[in-house]
């Protein structure tokens, strides 16, 4: 047995070598973590875009919809799109471009561990630290509350745009359909707004605070554009609501006259775009600036304007121009002069016409008559543009006299003080006449000879009053 001294050095022996033990355990364990930590900052991934941890962020409400890959097949007909009626429903807008978030957005890459803890799902690096901000793990971008760490999933505006994050909360790319409405994803995952070109087709996603995909019909630029069902903006014939547009290579709405493929076609005013069929103002004339009439056209059931060409109308002929624009008043076609009306008329006129106070015959096609014409059994001499003359004429060497109607006169005739006999064809007479029994005398300038003495073949005659040779010689 051993004594109380024995007893007191061994126990003092086993607590030295206790602490002994104790010691070289912790110093063991400190040493297998430095090496630890320093093996964990040895494997760690050099950040690929910079090495900002954290982004300044403001929350947005969670969304939990899983996005849908985009169906890139088109599910409209271009032709038979519905459509609502043009109003302005948007701002003016250029493209929604911008510097690569990547210039606003710092994504390191970083390995550790995911966990599910209260509230959510956090992430620890390999220190065990749990991490904020946006981050780039396992090849996929996530943005972690800068507030507790907790992983973020639907929408979320970091910096200043924003950036969708499916359920499994990886940052989305490409096109998304979020709820109801289709969104585009830029490569560095932030949202797309205003006017956008993705694979050499045009969309629009409105305000910067919006970001869905607009259909219908956008007004911006000044000027009306149409996106379609599939969101795309729509170039050339398009048929909407039952009308007929056209957009150019900008996705403009055509207004007013247009030529297309050489042919013309109008699609009303600047708020309208429809193509037109049928009579149709198409613009105006102006005279010392005051409005004189307006120019009329018609366009065919495949709203190409008529040209060059008679056209029948409602029992009327008509006549459009080069332009396609509806003759009016006195117009020469084809060598011919024709009467359409006065402005805004336009309908071919026959028969007796008098314009600006002026008689003109036209016949039963339309044509002006010139000349000699007998009509209804009259007689009538119609000038060079085809004005109805009255009066005295000389005309091809011979003297008519054509009454206040254009009609032309025979027998007796009284002009200025005058007067004037005219055979049975319409020619003055002159020289000496028997009418009536009487005999009466004309000068050269077929004027009756009265109330005189005169001298003929050296025979000297006296006439009356009425111009009757008075009997006997004097």
């Known amino acids: 047995m051993f004594n109380r001294n024995q007893v007191n050095g061994m126990v003092k022996m086993k607590k030295s070598r206790h602490h002994l033990l104790v010691m070289a355990t912790c110093f063991a364990m400190m040493m297998a973590g430095f090496c630890l930590v320093a093996s964990a900052a040895d494997e760690d991934v050099a950040v690929n875009e910079a090495s900002n941890n954290e982004v300044a962020a403001s929350e947005v ?39 690569a978030a990547y210039d606003e957005l710092k994504a390191p890459v970083l390995a550790g561990t995911w966990k599910s803890e209260s509230g959510g799902w956090r992430f620890y690096d390999k220190a065990g630290v749990m991490q904020k901000g946006l981050y780039t793990i396992d090849g996929k971008q996530y943005y972690l509350c800068p507030n507790d760490g907790l992983m973020k999933t639907g929408w979320q505006k970091i910096g200043r745009y924003y950036y969708y994050f499916g359920t499994d ?9 979020v709820g109801s409405n289709w969104y585009y994803m830029h490569s560095d995952g932030a949202m797309a707004f205003g006017l956008m070109e993705i694979e050499k087709l045009s969309y629009f996603f409105g305000e910067p605070d919006d970001g869905a995909m607009k259909t219908g019909w956008r007004k911006f630029a000044d000027a009306y554009h ?14 909407i609501g039952g009308y007929w547009y056209y957009f150019d290579r900008m996705g403009f709405m055509l207004t007013g006259s247009r030529e297309l493929d050489g042919k013309k076609y109008f699609f009303g005013g600047e708020n309208d775009g429809a193509m037109k069929t049928g009579w149709q103002i198409f613009g105006e004339v102006f005279f010392n600036n005051v409005k004189t009439n307006d120019r009329w056209g018609y366009y065919s059931a495949d709203g190409a304007a008529l040209k060059k060409r008679w056209f029948k109308y409602g029992g009327y002929w008509y006549y459009l121009d080069d332009d396609g624009e509806m003759l009016i008043e006195v117009e020469e076609v084809d060598g011919k002069f024709y009467y359409f009306g006065p402005a805004n008329d336009g309908r071919m006129r026959t028969g007796w016409q008098s314009i600006d ?32 003359e009255t009066g005295l004429r000389n005309i091809d060497g011979d003297l008519y006299y054509l009454g206040s109607d254009g009609s032309m006169r025979t027998g007796w005739q ?29 000068e050269e300038d077929h004027k009756m000879v009265r109330n005189t003495i005169k001298e003929l073949d050296g025979k000297k005659y ?13």
């Open 61 to 99: 409400a969670d969304q939990n919809d899983e996005a849908d890959v985009r169906d890139e097949e088109s599910d409209v007909e271009d032709m038979n799109a519905e459509a609502e009626t043009p109003e302005d429903q948007t701002e003016d807008y250029t493209k929604g471009t911008r510097a």
């Open 169 to 177: 909360g990886a940052m989305k790319r490409g096109w998304q359909r």
């Open 226 to 239: 149409y996106f379609g069902a599939d969101g795309a903006m729509k170039k050339g014939w398009q048929k």
């Open 357 to 388: 106070g002026i008689w003109g015959y036209f016949g039963s096609d339309g044509a002006c008559r010139t000349g000699w014409q007998k009509i209804d059994g009259y007689w009538y001499y119609l000038g060079q543009y085809g004005e109805m």
């Open 414 to 442: 009284k002009n200025s003080n005058n007067w004037y006999y005219f055979n049975t064809s319409g020619t003055a007479v002159t020289g000496w006449q028997q009418i009536g029994g009487y005999w009466y005398y004309f």
């Open 462 to 474: 006296a006439f009356n009053a009425d111009g009757v040779m008075l009997s006997g010689y004097l």
